[in-house]
T-cell receptor
Framework: DAGITQSPRHKVTETGTPVTLRCHQT?????MYWYRQDPGHGLRLIHY???????DKGEVSDGYSVSRSKTEDFLLTLESATSSQTSVYFC??????????FGEGSRLTVL | DQQVKQNSPSLSVQEGRISILNCDYTNSMFDYFLWYKKYPAEGPTFLISISSIKDKNEDGRFTVFLNKSAKHLSLHIVPSQPGDSAVYFCAASMDSNYQLIWGAGTKLIIKP
């Protein structure tokens, strides 16, 4: 019972290249989130979605875009990756009030 | 400006003893608080939560205490077990707001 799957789990890319991370849920939840986790910062919200084609920015949205064309999929795109975007990215769904369920993470390295 | 602070980056506790993890917040509008646990190479998992109308919530070995006047919450783990070694995050949210504000995390190490 994965609930959420993220792909790819690991990616190494070069500065300036586009990158798309995919989050797929099997639970039909309305709210989906993309976070990044960096040492000393905890989890920081990049973007979130409250329905198909309904998205909003989080606290660290610069350099990222998202799309949600289906309930089950939430895509995070780095149009032109930079080294500062090297991080671990987590997708999450809202299951109960304020309770997030996370995917296993996608580790991105930008050289 | 960190609204949720975990001032201890790490904590080491003997197996069988009590682990106490602390979290402070600055925004008095927060009304729901959560603790998550994270193992390496895995996503965070929900542990326990507390609403601002309560001052204590207990679930097995885990108890969360909320002191609204001090804007402080703590997570108590009794007794501590080796499997409790992980990074613990506290998070907070406001009424009708589906965003969580996170602390930086505390790495708990349980010594055998």
């Amino acid at each position: 019972d994965a609930g959420i799957t993220q792909s790819p789990r690991h990616k190494v890319t070069e500065t300036g290249t586009p990158v798309t991370l995919r989050c797929h849920q099997t639970e039909n939840h309305r709210y989906m989130y993309w976070y990044r986790q960096d040492p000393g910062h905890g989890l920081r919200l990049i973007h979130y979605s409250y329905g198909v084609k309904d998205t909003d920015k989080g606290e660290v949205s610069d350099g990222y875009s998202v799309s949600r064309s289906k309930t089950e999929d939430f895509l995070l795109t780095l149009e032109s990756a930079t080294s500062s975007q090297t991080s671990v990215y987590f997708c999450a769904i809202m299951r109960g009030t304020g309770e997030l369920f996370f995917g296993e993470g996608s580790r991105l390295t930008v050289l | 400006d960190q609204q949720v602070k975990q001032n201890s980056p790490s904590l080491s506790v003997q197996e069988g003893r009590i682990s106490i993890l602390n979290c402070d917040y600055t925004n008095s509008m927060f009304d729901y608080f959560l603790w998550y646990k994270k193992y390496p190479a895995e996503g965070p998992t929900f542990l326990i939560s507390i609403s601002s109308i309560k001052d204590k919530n207990e679930d097995g070995r885990f108890t969360v205490f909320l002191n609204k006047s001090a804007k402080h919450l703590s997570l108590h783990i009794v007794p501590s077990q080796p499997g409790d070694s992980a990074v613990y995050f506290c998070a907070a949210s406001m009424d009708s707001n589906y965003q969580l504000i996170w602390g930086a995390g505390t790495k708990l190490i349980i010594k055998p």
